[in-house]
Structures are given as C-alpha cells and as structure tokens.
Nanobody, 127 residues
Framework: QVQLEESGGGLVEAGGSLRLSCVASGGTLANYVVAWFRQAPGQEREFVTAIWRSGGNTAYADSVKGRFTISRANAKNTAYLQMNSLKPEDTAVYYC????????????????????WGQGTQVTVSS
C-alpha cells in the first residue's frame, strides 16, 4: 500500500509562490500517475493537474494553466507542484493522489479513479 505525504503549504500573499511536495512510501511512484486535487470549504474536490508515470505528459485545469507546474522525480519517489501567481481563489487544501491509469485515459480527473491519497496540505492566499 502506498502512503503519500504532502508538504509545502502555507500562507502567501496574492501573486506569491509556493512549492508543494508529495513523497511516496511503501511503493514505487514511477508505477503511478500522480495528480493534485484541491478542495475549498463547502466545495467538491477539484482536479488541478496530473503527470504521466514517466513525466512526459502533463495536464492542467484551465484555472491553473500557465501558473502551476507539476513535475516528478521518480528516483526520489517524489512529485511536486510549483504554484506561481497565486490568487485568493487558489485557497484550498491540496491533495496528492496516485492511480494506475492507462495512457489512453490520461488525464483522469475523477477522484474515485485514484487509489491512494495524502492527508492534504493547506494553501491560503491572502488578497
């Protein structure tokens, strides 16, 4: 069973940047698609971005395209989410998730298709 641990969240002013990390243990991250989701209070969990196992394919929600960058370092069993030009509407708990998806079904934005999840890290952007 894969365990995921996110870190790097915090409070930042609008326009600022944060870098989230997701460290996997108990499994080989290279075997999985990695995605980031976020959930704001009172809202459903929302797909943010995903990266293919090799890192060669990425996908982003329109709301973050051009501002966020997902990457991975399989040798370190770690994935990252670089968030630039943050906006107050980016405020949410950010979750790392992994799933065994096939390339023809990438990206999969459905939370239920991801087998393992981290506990989440809070990102708060002040205006």
């Amino acid at each position: 069973q894969v365990q995921l641990e996110e870190s790097g969240g915090g409070l930042v002013e609008a326009g600022g940047s944060l870098r989230l990390s997701c460290v996997a243990s108990g499994g080989t991250l290279a075997n999985y698609v990695v995605a980031w989701f976020r959930q704001a209070p009172g809202q459903e969990r929302e797909f943010v971005t995903a990266i293919w196992r090799s890192g060669g394919n990425t996908a982003y929600a329109d709301s973050v395209k051009g501002r966020f960058t997902i990457s991975r370092a399989n040798a370190k069993n770690t994935a990252y989410l670089q968030m630039n030009s943050l906006k107050p509407e980016d405020t949410a708990v950010y979750y790392c998730a992994v799933g065994r998806h096939i390339l023809s079904n990438f990206p999969n934005a459905q939370p239920g298709s991801y087998a393992y999840w981290g506990q989440g890290t809070q990102v708060t952007v002040s205006s």
